[in-house]
């Protein structure tokens, strides 16, 4: 039998995001990228650093500082073939292009009866934790989620950033890509140098337990496998999903999960009002009701806008709160 070894290396979570792009403009020459400062200075993270040089400002397009008009644009070029990557430089900076997401960019597959669809990525950096100024810092993916049409995805390692971000590109409708920026160069990850992707809307068990479900995505999976740990301790074992796609959600591995545990703590940094944690209560009520041993815990930001960066871990749930919770379920 003939094995065949995969070639890894390792990537922080930005490093993987921008082999990810380079596969996709290498593969298809219809693929481009439009952000600011996204050319010689590589984005403001430096997601796209050393693509303008290899790939020409054709295909990695420096724009004027205009969410609206860059995203309008891209909706131009995928109606005519093209696959734009928008990179949005804080999710926060986001609002002004939110007209075109939402009247245009997640409307044009069902305003034409099927007949167009728009093969566009947006990307933006999201979340606090790394002491930006006000809006920098903003977690609205919930505006996202309740817009049928777009899909949204937040990776919360390098391996499945690479493949995320390559199976968005590939995909025939729009698909917003959220990245914890307090994650882009928080660890290292074999990544296989090869093209492959991760499937949008599957979420992964990143912890066997059977006591109590954590369900959580992005830069909330370190804070949940932290609370995860130190409840090893008191016997008490938890079985810890990241959910990967935010919409839609993977129904299944949350009812799956929930059904063997009997509880269930969700964590996001986003406000607690309207957020990704109150849609995924529902989907545990609507499959798993008559599994529950305790109410549902949600350990969220606080409804109140994300403060500035001194004030800023007392905003974030930590693993403490987490851990509070997990008791709050177990003890009830």
Known sequence: MVQTMI????????QAINDGLKVMLTEDENTLILGE????NGGVFRATVGLQEQFGEQRVVDTPLSEAGFVGA????ALNGLRPIVEIQFLGFIYPA?????????RTRTRTMGHYSLPMVIRAPYGAGVRSPEIHSDSVEALFTHLPGIKVVCPSNAYDAKG??????EDPDPVMFLEPMRL?????????EEKYTVEIGKGKRLQEGEDVSILAWGAMIPVALKAAEKMKKENISCDVIDLRTLYPLDRDIIAESVQKTGRAVIVHEAHATGGVGAEITSV?????FLYLRSPIERVTGFDVPIPLFALENNYLPTPERVVHSIKKVVEF
Do not use: W
Request: neutral net charge; without cysteine; hydrophobic residues 40%.
């Open 74 to 77: 891209a909706v131009g070029m």
């Open 37 to 40: 400062d996204i050319g010689k």
């Open 7 to 14: 070639k890894t290396k390792p990537l922080t979570l930005i």
């Open 98 to 106: 939110f007209e075109q997401i939402a009247t245009h960019v997640t």
């Open 164 to 169: 995320l971000v390559i199976a968005a590109i």
């Open 284 to 288: 545990i009520n609507d499959t798993s």
């Open 184 to 192: 882009y160069r928080g660890e290292r990850n074999d990544v296989p």
